[in-house]
């Protein structure tokens, strides 16, 4: 039975609740394919003012790296407002490597009385994220053995997603194998219902290639179908989320048919109207830990000659008056490659992700300094764009983007497209720097040379 909860207000635009801001990006841009609109809004409390405006409002939470406790009250928080402005939550987007709170935001949402269960579909075939027998792996590697598991900031409980989830959950969980999912639809949908029925919150689902996807998408469409409020939500990375038909739950709804985009296609947020980029230099910045972000980094650079480096070294934030003496020198570099009309890739030297735990000592310590990182970090890419003709930033980690992003003062980013696939492109909306073009990717994402195609399409688009 679900909880009581504060009455939903008449639904006019579809919403997902996102747990960092890449993952939200790259969910976001799916329903670009679809000719719908989406806009991030990295301020949940005031997101009721994005709804009549979009298609799809995809709330950040920024809850990966949090406490259990801090994941869940913002996640809970998000549903609450996300609903009584007349949102129709459809999707919960987690880390196709289950880092992060999974656990204790499904719990928040189950709380809220959204949905009676969460259909956890994680796999992103694409990407090498498959999942087989309610174990998931990363290129074959079963998740426990991979850098994943061992992420200083959420670290993974293993492999099995069951497990993952009971970490931090008491609700029952039930698994549907890939036998059932290569059945067909009707097979899985009818699986659904029987473990809701057996009173499962959380119903995990196998995928190891696409079609096995687009099979769970449209179960989940079956079993929803009539149904204003759901009896199941879709959680998953943004390979689920590409395969369901958002416009049909828009359509049934009545979500997104009024909807009026002011002058210009873009929504108004934050009291202004984004507008376009002025400038034609690319920012690059990176304070992600991933092994897959310096390799990414190092071939740019290689192939890139117009891309310049500074770099950052994370003991810079052990120095005290020698520190705040480095970071004023590594903004007089940054002035100097801006104003020379050069790109420029900002990017953290120091101990990779197996050593950033024990240089900090305690989690509480690695929060503390990685806060401080990021805000040299933004701190650094703001001056980039007050001294330079930049028109676009390329934001690699969720972290970093966030923390990029706020140091600008904008409260939402319009998604406008696809540099490539699942590597979103928009405009910040609101602050200074309204209409500033940002590429957003995942630390972990992408091949080797990723980084540099994107460096190359953002330039030759802005010429």
């Known amino acids: 039975m679900m909880n009581a909860t504060p ?14 801001l890449t993952g939200a990006m790259d969910a976001g841009a799916q329903v670009i394919r679809q000719g719908l609109r989406a806009t991030v ?29 801090d994941a869940s009250a913002a996640v809970r928080m998000a549903a ?20 992060g709170n999974v656990g204790a935001e499904i719990d928040a949402l189950l709380s809220v009385g959204v949905v009676e269960a969460v259909v956890l579909a994680p796999a992103l075939p694409g990407s090498g994220r498959t999942t087989t027998g309610g174990l998931h792996h990363v290129n074959g590697v079963r998740l426990g053995e991979t850098e994943f598991a061992g992420d200083p900031f959420a670290p993974v409980a293993g492999s099995r997603i069951e497990d993952i989830v009971a970490a931090q959950s008491k609700v029952r969980t039930s698994l549907i194998g890939l036998r059932a999912v290569r059945l067909g639809a009707s097979a899985v949908s009818a699986c659904m219902n029987d473990a809701v029925t057996g009173g499962s919150g959380v119903i995990v689902v196998d995928a190891e290639l696409d079609s096995d996807l687009e099979c769970i998408a449209q179960a989940l469409e079956s079993v929803d179908a009539g149904d204003d409020e759901g009896l199941l939500l879709a959680c998953g990375s ?10 049909r739950y828009a ?23 984004a507008g376009a980029p002025a400038g034609h230099q690319v920012v690059v910045v990176s304070a992600s830990p991933a092994e897959a972000s310096r390799q990414q980094i190092e071939h740019a650079l290689n192939v ?6 500074v770099y950052v070294d994370a003991t810079v934030l052990e120095g005290g008056s020698t520190a705040r003496g480095a970071v004023a020198r590594l903004g007089e570099q940054v002035k100097d490659v801006v104003r020379s009309g050069r790109n420029l890739v900002l990017a953290v030297k120091g101990p990779g992700r197996a050593n950033l735990l024990q240089s900090a000592g305690s989690v509480n310590g690695l929060r503390r300094r990685s806060a401080a990182l990021l805000g040299i970090m933004a701190g650094l890419a703001r001056i980039a764009v007050e001294h330079g003709n930049v028109g676009t930033l390329v934001l690699v980690g969720g ?6 992003t706020n140091v600008l003062g904008a409260r939402g980013i319009h998604i406008l497209a696809e540099v490539e696939p699942y ?9 200074a720097y309204d209409g500033l073009r940002v590429v957003t990717k995942a630390g972990g994402f992408g091949s080797t040379a990723t980084l540099a195609r994107i460096v190359s399409s953002v330039t030759q688009a802005s010429r």
């Open 399 to 404: 972290d970093t983007a966030r923390a990029g």
């Open 251 to 273: 359509a049934r709804l009545g979500a997104g048919s009024g909807n009026a985009l002011p002058a210009g296609g873009r929504p108004v947020y934050g009291g202004q109207q």
């Open 41 to 69: 809004c990295l301020d949940g409390e005031h997101s009721g003012e994005l709804v009549g405006q979009t298609d799809l409002v995809i709330i950040d939470t920024e809850s990966r790296n949090a406490s259990s406790h």
């Open 7 to 20: 009455a939903a207000a008449p639904t006019t635009c579809l919403a997902m609740i996102a747990d960092d």
């Open 423 to 431: 590597i979103p492109e928009g405009v910040i909306m609101g602050g």
């Open 80 to 99: 609450i407002q996300a609903r009584a402005a007349g949102a129709r939550i459809i999707y919960k987007k987690i880390d196709s490597t289950l880092r």
């Open 238 to 247: 943004a390979g689920l989320f590409a395969k369901m038909r958002v416009g």
């Open 304 to 309: 890139s000659p117009d891309l310049v480096p």
